[in-house]
């Protein structure tokens, strides 16, 4: 497993943006498939985006697509999420996940590493 550590998260205004980040404290993250997933508060864990180790496949949801990018730069082992118009049901605590493989995909059960959460709260 992975130590992953996600920072960025923030209060914003619909229609606003920001950059999620989330760095590995230990270990290389260029041998790992790489998710976002978001969790608000009553709801399930759900999936938003995911990166294979190259960066060379992407995948998200249907609600974000066109506005979220994600994307890797494994020289600096780190992942962002880059979130723009964002809507009040954004609104989510945003983890992390990594998983030694070339691609995961949009089931939290394949990723066996998640950090701890930064919260998103989009205000309308």
């Known amino acids: 497993q992975v130590q992953l550590v996600e920072s960025g998260g923030g209060l914003v205004q619909a229609g606003g943006s920001l950059r999620l980040s989330c760095a590995a404290s230990?270990?290389?993250?260029?041998?790992?498939?790489m998710g976002w997933f978001r969790q608000a508060p009553g709801k399930e864990r759900g999936f938003v985006a995911a990166?294979?180790?190259?960066?060379?496949?992407?995948e998200y949801v249907d609600s974000v697509k066109g506005r979220f990018t994600i994307s890797r730069d494994n020289a600096k082992n780190t992942v962002y999420l880059q979130m723009y118009s964002l809507k009040p049901e954004d609104s989510a605590l945003y983890y992390c996940?990594?998983?030694?493989?070339?691609?995961?995909?949009?089931?939290?059960?394949?990723?066996?590493?998640w950090g701890q959460g930064t919260p998103v709260t989009v205000s309308s």
């Open positions: 996940a990594a998983a030694p493989t070339y691609y995961s995909g949009s089931s939290y059960r394949d990723y066996d590493s």
């Open positions: 230990e270990r290389t993250l260029s041998r790992y498939a």
């Open positions: 990166i294979s180790w190259n960066g060379g496949r992407t």
